[in-house]
């Protein structure tokens, strides 16, 4: 992409009324712009990232065998007057009637919508185990919409269902769930921690939020500092072994890490304490078995191959997506601007042209972003006849993780500068070694 042809409205001034960085940044860097409370445009430079962010979590969930489909974001009221959600949901469901005077509401979440897809289509328990996931834009009428996209009111969120014959299948689906978003939030690269987490309007005996330490984050969050040396690497796993998911879930869990609504000052006292550690932290994601709860209610049976129906075991498991770009912003910023993860940057490299219109320095550029096309990576070549400096803080601010700056001086001895955003360095090479150099 060229900056000139691009659509990257940058703010020079800071928002007064962003509070905190990652929507400062996000204000500034032009990828959103507020429709209203809560509800955000997405601009092309954010758009990008979103888009990067979710293709990671449908490749993590179509490995860990679960299967994508998309459900409407409009829904009828009647599946939630079946399931009693109706009225417990209380005012963040934005109801809307339509013509015919109809009940609907923008779904805040998709029980109801799958149960009913499912007891549609399944009798058998020949058809289990199943996960069926969407991502989708969910409409919650947060009392406080703040922090830009983090808790906004239209929000895309990846929800996954599994159903399952026996709790012990559907303990399977929560562990494998468990193990997939611990690879999906690493790709990103951030760290979020799985912790012991209340059940809430959803209901449940099993579930976990997934955590990202943030000063700015709206959890306060109790846990062991050994957690924070966990990582789940590169390292291969079975999805459909029942140990291989359970031996993951218990090095990730055994430790003490809880929010601040199952924190338990008893439990605390024996985690050593020279280890114990308070904090914040941005919910990213959270995984709930609930059992029968809808199943029963919504009559989703199967039968069981020995005579008998009965109602299926399900859990659901959401990634907070549109939130995601925020969070990740929080953990990976400094005074400049954004630091992309190699894993969502929204283009790889920057290409810098110091003196635009001069000869040279333009056909270099041009070699440039051919070469690294050609390797398979997106370059964002600002072309613009803007001062140096105004193009390297539009670069520090956008954070793509390498740049590269082309400039008559140094092209006289065939040389090109290499500056990567994460540790400032910069560094003379040729064309072709800076080419190299880009993952
Ligand atoms: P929170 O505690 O922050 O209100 P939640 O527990 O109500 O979130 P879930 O029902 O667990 O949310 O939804 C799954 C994920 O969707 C959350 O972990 C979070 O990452 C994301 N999410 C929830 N509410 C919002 C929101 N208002 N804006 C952006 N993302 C959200
Ligand atoms: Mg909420
Ligand atoms: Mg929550
Ligand atoms: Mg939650």
């Known amino acids: 992409m060229r900056l000139s042809r691009y659509f990257l ?6 928002p007064a009324e962003a509070q905190i960085v990652s929507h400062r940044y996000m204000l500034r860097a032009g990828m959103i712009k507020q429709a209203s409370a809560g509800i955000y445009s997405w601009l092309p430079l954010g758009y990008k990232v979103l888009r990067r962010i979710e293709q990671i979590v449908h490749e993590e969930q179509v490995r860990a065998g679960h299967i994508p489909m998309l459900m409407p974001t409009l829904q009828s009221a009647d599946l939630w007057k079946e399931s009693g959600r109706y009225d417990a949901y209380g005012p963040e469901m934005l109801r809307i009637r339509d013509r015919h005077d109809r009940d609907m509401l923008y779904g805040p979440t998709n029980e109801e919508l799958i149960t009913d897809i499912f ?14 996931y969407h991502i989708q834009w969910k409409f919650r009428d947060e009392i406080r919409p703040r922090f830009g996209v983090m808790r906004g009111r239209e929000f895309l969120m990846k929800d996954g269902y599994n159903f399952d014959l026996t709790k012990e299948d559907a303990l399977h689906a929560y562990n494998r769930h468990l193990v997939s978003y611990l690879r999906t939030y690493e790709r990103m690269g951030l760290q979020a921690i799985p912790m012991r987490a209340d059940s809430g309007p959803i209901g449940g005996d099993d579930t976990h939020e997934f955590l990202v330490l943030a000063e700015t984050g709206e959890s306060e969050v109790f846990y062991d500092s050994e957690i924070t040396d966990l990582k789940f690497g590169d390292r291969t796993i079975d999805y459909d072994s029942h140990d291989q998911c359970r ?9 003490y890490a809880r929010t601040d609504e199952t924190h338990d000052e008893a439990v605390w006292a024996d985690v050593p304490e020279e280890r114990r550690r308070v904090a914040r932290g941005i919910e990213v994601g959270q995984i709930f078995y609930f059992g029968t709860k809808y199943s029963e209610a919504m009559g989703a049976v199967v039968d069981d191959g020995q005579g008998g129906r009965v109602p299926v075991h399900m859990g659901s498991h959401g990634i907070g997506v549109s939130r995601l770009v925020g969070a990740i912003i929080e953990a990976s910023h400094d005074e400049n601007g954004i630091i992309w993860p190699e894993g969502v940057t929204p283009y790889q490299v920057g290409i810098v042209n110091l003196k635009q219109g001069d000869a040279g320095c333009d056909a270099a550029c041009e070699d440039l972003y051919k070469a690294v096309t050609a390797k398979g990576l997106e370059p964002l070549y600002d072309d613009r006849s803007e001062r140096a400096g105004a193009k390297f803080a539009t670069m520090d601010l956008i954070g793509l993780p390498w740049r590269i700056t082309v400039g008559p001086r140094g092209l006289k001895s065939g040389m090109v500068e290499l500056t990567s955003r994460r540790t400032g360095e910069s560094e003379e090479m040729t064309p072709e070694a800076a080419i190299a150099r880009l993952a």
């Open 9 to 14: 409205p940058v703010l020079k001034e800071t």
């Open 119 to 132: 007891r549609s289509h399944v009798t058998s328990y020949k058809d289990l185990p199943l996960t069926l």
């Open 247 to 255: 031996a993951v879930l218990e090095e990730f869990t055994s430790r």
